[in-house]
């Protein structure tokens, strides 16, 4: 497909809002996700580190 500008590719034929709604939820939970994710991995360490010391 091909859009006359930069504004219609965005515009996405009227659907654009639920388009990029969609991308942007997903970034969001994926950003969580791995926010998450590392915060799981510092507790797991930090408990290993004290059962290491004990």
Not at 19 to 38: E, K, S
Not at 43 to 54: K, N, P, Q
Request: glycine share 10%; charged share 20%; aromatic share 12%.
């Amino acid at each position: 497909m091909q859009w006359e500008s930069l504004d219609a590719f965005l515009a996405m034929g009227g659907h654009g809002r639920f388009v990029w709604g969609a991308y942007a939820f997903t970034v969001l939970v994926m950003l969580i996700d791995a926010i998450a994710a590392r915060r799981r991995l510092q507790r797991a360490e930090a408990l290993a580190r004290e059962g290491a010391d004990a």
